[in-house]
């Protein structure tokens, strides 16, 4: 981490810290997804009678869909469009250092904030007989892993915000979303999807965090899906700082 | 000028050339500058001529289509880091980050630019008083008057010392009396050794704070000199009755308007 990445966090913290009313639908919008689907679906699949649920409710079935909903509320992108409008992202270019840290000061901020809202998210999971089968370690290793995946979201809305410099497109392509989350087993798990929806998931690459998520509440250590779940972050995380590079370098 | 003592600014055929889906637009068509250690230079032109596109190549937010530029003696094109270590820049817009504080915005600018936390801090509070913002300082920006602003963007532009400070239309939009004291800062930068490279589109501004003048129109250098100079040159050439003012020597340069014996009529669109 480098000095000006820290102190741009720092600030980007500061911001967000500012500006309450952003925290409020990312911790509140996933919430009601939680409880409104647990209230539609718990009594179809109850938790002693539910293959898939390992003898839980089925808010734990839930809980990966509303953590990933909350990973996607991020605001860093929406920010560096309006300092790019006003003119501040011309300010922080004219220093002298490395044009990467603008991008990463803010992505550090949203790590950090994510790991507090989906670690509350956990704990008020808690409260609707959730338990994590993975323990402490497992908890850590979950707010982790989604985390870093609202990093690695929040970067490609940066990176459209940097190529469109427009608050209209960025918002605009926030909503993709809505197929990565959505195309993926967020009712039931894979095997018991329809055929194209099955595909549509297995092609999806939210599913498998998904399901990573899924293991470490519901059954424990499975380090096959952890595995894949973080090949996946990875990977995404990978291409967006390539991508994030190649762009803001770019940048005239 | 002496090999010992190199242009603060010097640019050759500097050109920029924008491209997009359905035209390209030479912003910039070969502009020549050589602007001297510790003169407060003006830039002037019409909306559209290329001013803040030539700062944004000098100051390395944009990139040189061709030609070659230098900044406090470094190469723009070849070393753009070191070109930001010696300026400071306030853009036309004061782009200031609205919900940091007065102070946290110059700390984070210090830091930017290497200082520890305690140096940062320090020279905060120097550039608070430098520009009469200390009162303020706990404040978010976000409500700042117009004037606060400009002023804590020029102290921000200053924050490292600069040798050149660049300066793009920083009193647009201002009140006279905002005017005056972001005109009092500039000379006051100045006489502590900085260079001033300074947009403008008020012509008294230039005619008040700048030593030399350069215009541009269409892209192009259409005269360069000092006030007083450029002023004679045209009473001269058309052998006008009065001393002509800076405004017509702009409008002469630009082929906007034709002064004849005191009257004003326009010439072209």
């Known amino acids: 981490m480098s000095m000006p990445s820290v102190v741009l966090g720092q600030r980007a ?15 509140f919008i996933p919430l009601f997804f939680l409880v409104v689907n647990v209230g539609q679906a718990a009594r179809i699949f109850p ?21 990933l909903l909350a990973a996607s509320f991020g605001s860093a992108a929406l920010y560096l469009v309006e300092e790019i409008e006003g003119g501040y992202f011309d300010k922080l270019r004219a220093t002298p250092i490395s044009r990467m840290s603008i991008v990463m000061g803010r992505l550090y901020a949203e790590f950090a904030k994510t790991m507090v809202l989906s670690a509350a998210m956990i704990v008020i999971a808690f409260l609707f007989d959730v338990h994590m089968a993975s323990g402490v370690a497992g908890f850590l290793v979950l707010v982790l892993m989604i985390s870093l995946w609202a990093v690695v979201f929040s970067g490609f809305l940066q990176i459209i915000a940097m190529k469109t410099r ?29 055929r194209p929806m099955e595909i549509a998931a297995t ?3 939210v599913t498998y965090i998904m399901e990573a998520a899924r293991a470490l509440i519901l059954e424990g250590f499975q380090w096959g899906e952890i595995a894949r779940g973080y090949l996946v972050v990875g990977l995404a995380m990978a291409l967006m700082l390539t991508l994030s590079v190649r762009v803001v370098s770019r940048y005239d | 000028m002496s090999a010992e003592e190199p242009s603060a600014i010097r640019a050759v055929a500097l050109a920029k050339t924008f ?33 803040s596109t030539t700062v944004r190549m000098l100051t390395t937010l944009t990139t040189i289509t061709s030609g070659s530029a230098s900044v406090a003696g ?62 303020a300082a706990h404040r978010r920006i976000k409500g700042y008057s117009g004037g606060m602003k400009r002023r804590l963007d020029l102290a921000s532009a200053l924050v490292h010392q600069p040798d050149v400070l660049f ?49 541009i129109d269409a892209g192009i250098i259409v005269r360069e000199g000092t006030p007083w100079a450029l002023k004679k040159e045209l009473r001269q050439r058309r052998t006008l009755a009065e001393d002509p003012t800076l405004d017509d020597v702009f409008m002469d340069a630009t082929g906007r308007r034709e002064r004849v014996a005191g009257e004003v009529k326009e010439v072209h669109a």
Request: hydrophobic letters at 40%; glycine letters at 8%; charged letters at 20%.
């Open chain 2, 167 to 215: 300066l793009d239309e920083p009193t647009t939009g201002l009140d006279p009396a905002s005017r005056l004291t972001v005109w009092d800062e500039v000379r006051r930068v100045n006489a502590n050794g900085t260079t001033v490279f300074l947009t403008t589109q008020y012509l008294e501004e230039a005619d008040q704070l700048c030593d030399r003048i350069a215009i």
């Open chain 1, 47 to 67: 938790g002693d009678d539910t293959e898939f649920l390992f003898g839980q409710s089925y808010a734990a079935f839930q809980l990966p869909v509303s953590l």
């Open chain 2, 19 to 51: 491209t997009g889906a359905d035209a390209t637009v030479e912003a910039v068509r070969g502009v020549d500058l050589d602007v001297r250690r510790g003169e407060i230079f003006g830039f002037l032109g019409p909306n559209g001529a290329g001013k």
């Open chain 1, 203 to 205: 092609l999806n690459p």
């Open chain 1, 13 to 27: 913290v500061r911001e967000t810290l500012r500006t309450p009313d952003s925290l409020v639908p990312t911790l």
């Open chain 2, 74 to 135: 470094v190469d723009v094109a070849a070393d753009p880091d070191g070109v930001r270590h010696r300026i400071g820049v306030a853009l036309q817009e004061a782009g200031l980050d609205p919900r940091q504080t007065g102070r946290e915005l110059l700390v984070l600018q210090a830091r930017l630019f290497g200082m520890s936390s305690p140096e940062a801090a320090v020279r905060a509070q120097e550039l608070l008083e430098l520009v009469e913002l200390t009162d």
């Open chain 1, 166 to 194: 427009s608050a209209a497109a960025t918002q605009a392509g926030s909503l993709i979303f809505f197929p990565l989350l959505f195309l993926t087993p967020n009712f039931v798990p894979r095997p018991l999807l329809t």
